[in-house]
């Protein structure tokens, strides 16, 4: 249990100092505003962490950011390592977040719902029903009289 906290306190330690790195002391023009810190894992054994980031902006701005990230590699694992005080300095792999790309396919899927909602209430609103507005036989209807005196 102890070891799960300490993963946890570390892969915050390491998306907070990322985050900050890149925001601040990466010159570099691929990895400008549009990069977002969204995760970090941290393994069990604390050797490797996985960071994960959104892009926003383009598949031409994703690649660009993918290759920015890879190039400043070692400094952003040299930041970490200074900030966390361990031992051991994880080694950083990035991993392009899915998230925006799950978000819109659940926005398309609720908004096809939505029409297809629509287009029901539409079919729906000058239609009647099948039967009587009230389908219930009620104790000493004409039905039921009937049915009595057949027997």
Do not use: C, W
Request: net charge negative.
């Amino acid at each position: 249990m102890a070891d799960n906290a300490r993963a946890k306190k570390l892969a915050d330690l390491i998306r907070e100092v990322v985050a900050q790195k890149l925001q601040r002391g990466i010159k570099d023009p691929r990895l400008g505003t549009h990069v977002t810190i969204t995760d970090t894992r941290v393994t069990g054994d604390l050797r490797e962490a996985t960071v994960f980031y959104t892009v926003y902006g383009d598949d031409e701005d994703r690649a660009s950011a993918a290759a920015g990230l890879e190039s400043a590699k070692g400094v952003l694992r040299s930041a970490v390592g200074a900030a966390a005080g361990t031992k051991f300095t994880p080694t950083l792999s990035f991993v392009a977040d899915a998230l925006p790309e799950n978000a819109k396919t659940i926005e398309d899927l609720l908004d096809r719902a939505r029409a297809s909602d629509a287009e029901v209430r539409a079919a729906s609103s000058g239609a009647a029903y099948a039967g009587e507005a009230d389908p219930y036989r009620k104790p000493g209807s004409d039905e039921d009289d009937e049915g009595a005196a057949a027997e």
